[in-house]
């Protein structure tokens, strides 16, 4: 049977182990968005192998892994009837932010002393998680030496190259017999434990990581005090949440998506230096700040957890752009995309230390400013990111290209992301035969953003910058760009809206789901966007769990494309407030309910993404084979329905 990963994250940590708790030393995973194997904090492997053995033997599950805050494992020998297991190991492993834990109880199964010679093998490797891609990728990395220390009570790992220093610590209690060279880099570390008749000997181990430029980590001294404090953040973080009484699925479905977002936050700065907590985007690969990912995570969680919009919108603000980067994408006012934390984008190897490829974190920074203002009546950070948002604003009349182009325009970049609307794989904005469009590029969903963007920073400056002449300004704006959509993007012989408009000003005419985010955003006449709701609840578009990016029947579509056929709950949760804003609440409970029945077959979490296949032709939703298993956007796409539906 093939080994599966299991995630255990806690902020900005996480650990993928296989079935019976090991790291196994594999270089990564079998794509874009595997799980590479081991310990990762702020984007460095800090554990790379981690492989138990008894009597010399890797012992086989009994019992393995299943998914949960902690791993919990039972482990026997390899043997056949005729020889029952000598002893049963119970192995039990956690993680905090910057910390693992690993307990292990050997128990003995016969009746008479015996010694079983226990080892753990381990090594830190400190790869960046950039290498681990399946894109075939190398950085030269000139100068880096990695050494090793043998401790009283373990091993430490230790990487510098020039000024970036690392380090991996493995304590152990009791302290190992002793720390064996293996050959290869890690160390094996030992213990002979003598064992009374049916008798039991435990071992405890812990490891803590020191990313560069970060204190050393509190590490607990057990798995099950490291799940108990996940559990007390987990519990406080959902308390207080209006579950709906009358659909249980959904309150659990809310229940588990708030669980995952307490756990699911990474420190950040703000403006003035002050430490936060913001939504990371998800697991494996994006336990970051992702703009995009961390403005509509707060904007589906604002009306139960205000807090997340309060850290996410000074923590963009404070990496707000002030200048042009070229390989950064950086322009003056914009939003970042994408904040990393590891050595390649230390040494500007890769460009995502600060990366800006986004054309829509802008405007929904504003419009989150707008919505937590409205939602929480709180002035004062309006006041506080004024400057932000005025350049925010700056930045989408000028170098976004409303004022030139009519529209927000991104371009290719080379270095970086080809798209950079929420559709951001290679192809995904196309026609309807799978072609994709040349030179610069206007996304529709991203013009909704605009023009809502517009209007609640307007209201921002009448009410509570006290600017009339501005807010003047940007309703004016918002109303000029919403005729100028309807007149550029409306293909009217087949009533709906284009999903771009190419650099000529052409349809890239492919039938797509984020016509559904121009609902969420308003920016559609009462009857263009009662037949834009309507068409996505048409089997094409609908596959019973939820609408796909791209309907079904076009050349573009394949169930098992990223963006070109996929289901994804958090553009389904957008689609759902669209169609509820547009009073289409029939619809809006028939997509609702989708998401809610893919959520209840996969013990009420909601992935990143599904496959597009349709619920009339397979009974339980297809899994998206790399999909993001805790995801932030998906995590907070029960109270966005919850907001949009109610308990119906």
């Not at 050959?183 to 181990?205: I, K, M, N, Q, Y």
């Not at 700040?289 to 205000?306: H, I, W």
């Not at 919403?482 to 409306?490: A, G, K, L, Y």
């Not at 009662?530 to 796909?548: A, I, M, N, Q, T």
């Amino acid at each position: 049977m093939t080994d599966r990963q299991h995630l255990l994250v806690h902020g900005g940590t996480f650990v993928a182990v296989g079935d019976g708790g090991d790291i196994s030393g594999v270089r990564g995973g079998g794509g874009s968005h595997s799980a590479p194997d081991g310990m990762f904090v702020r984007d460095a492997r800090h554990l790379s192998r981690w492989q138990l053995t008894v009597d010399g033997a890797v012992p086989e599950a009994l019992s393995p892994v299943t998914d949960g805050d902690s791993a919990r494992c039972v482990l026997v020998p390899r043997g056949g009837r005729q020889e029952p297991p000598a002893h049963t190991l119970f192995r039990e492993q956690a993680v905090t932010d910057g910390s693992f834990v690993e307990s292990l109880r050997i128990t003995s199964n016969r009746p008479v002393p015996t010694t079983v010679r226990v080892a753990v093998t381990a090594d830190a490797d400190f790869t960046d998680q950039f290498e681990l891609r399946s894109d075939h990728r190398t950085y030269a990395k000139t100068g880096a030496v990695r050494s090793r220390q043998v401790l009283d009570d373990g091993v430490e790992f230790r990487y510098q190259r020039g000024e970036w220093r690392s380090c991996t610590t493995v304590t152990c209690e009791p302290a190992p017999d002793g720390v064996e060279e293996t050959g290869t880099g890690a160390r094996r570390l030992v213990w002979a434990l003598d064992l009374e008749p049916h008798g039991s000997a435990e071992l405890a181990l812990r490891v803590a990581a020191r990313p560069h430029g970060m204190p050393a980590p509190q590490v607990p001294p057990t798995p099950a005090a490291a799940n108990a404090r996940l559990l007390a953040l987990e519990g406080e973080f959902a308390e207080g949440v209006p579950f709906p009484s009358g659909w249980p699925e959904l309150a659990a479905a809310c229940a588990r998506g708030l669980a995952d977002l307490a756990v699911l936050q990474v420190p950040a700065t703000g403006p003035d230096g002050e430490e936060l907590r913001v939504p990371a985007a998800g697991v494996p690969w994006f336990l970051t700040l992702l703009g995009r990912d961390a403005l509509l995570t707060s904007l589906f969680a604002l009306p139960y957890r205000p807090q997340l919009a309060a850290a996410t919108l000074p923590a963009l603000a404070a990496a707000q752009a002030t200048e042009v980067g070229v390989g950064t994408v950086a322009q003056p006012g914009k939003i970042v995309h994408e904040v990393r934390h590891g050595e390649l984008a230390h040494f500007g190897q890769v460009p995502y230390g600060r990366y800006y490829g986004s054309v829509d974190a802008t405007p929904l920074f504003l419009v989150l400013l707008g919505a937590y203002v409205e939602q929480t009546g709180d002035t004062a950070l309006a006041h506080r990111l004024e400057p932000n948002a005025r350049a925010a604003i700056g930045w989408m009349l000028d170098h976004g290209g409303l004022t030139s182009r009519g529209y927000l325009v991104y371009r290719a970049d080379e270095g970086g992301l080809a798209n950079q609307n929420w559709k951001d794989s290679p192809g995904a904005i196309c026609s309807g035969d799978g072609s994709r469009p040349t030179g610069p590029v206007m996304a529709a969903g991203a013009q909704g953003y605009a023009y809502d963007a517009l209007r609640r920073t307007a209201q921002l400056a009448r009410t509570v910058w006290d600017d009339e002449v501005y807010a003047a300004l940007l309703e004016q704006a918002a109303g000029d760009l919403r005729d100028r959509f309807q007149r550029d993007f409306w293909m009217a012989d087949r009533a709906f809206p284009a999903l771009a408009l190419d650099g000529d000003g052409n349809h890239v005419d492919a039938l797509a789901s984020d016509a559904g985010h121009l609902l969420w955003s308003g920016l559609l006449d009462k009857e263009y966007g009662e037949l834009v709701g309507r068409r996505l609840l048409e089997p094409d578009f609908f596959s019973g769990w939820g609408v796909r990016t791209v309907a079904s029947g076009q050349p573009a579509y394949h169930p098992l494309s990223y963006h070109r056929g996929s289901v994804w709950p958090h553009d389904n949760a957008l689609i759902t407030l669209g169609l509820a804003r547009y009073g289409l609440h029939d619809e809006a409970r028939a997509v609702a309910h989708g998401l809610v029945d893919a959520a209840t077959v996969a013990g009420y979490r909601l992935p990143e993404v599904l496959a597009g296949y349709g619920r009339g032709t397979h009974a339980e939703p297809v899994p998206y084979p790399h999909a993001c298993v805790r995801e932030s956007r998906s995590a907070a796409a029960p109270l966005a329905l919850l907001t949009a539906v109610g308990g119906a």
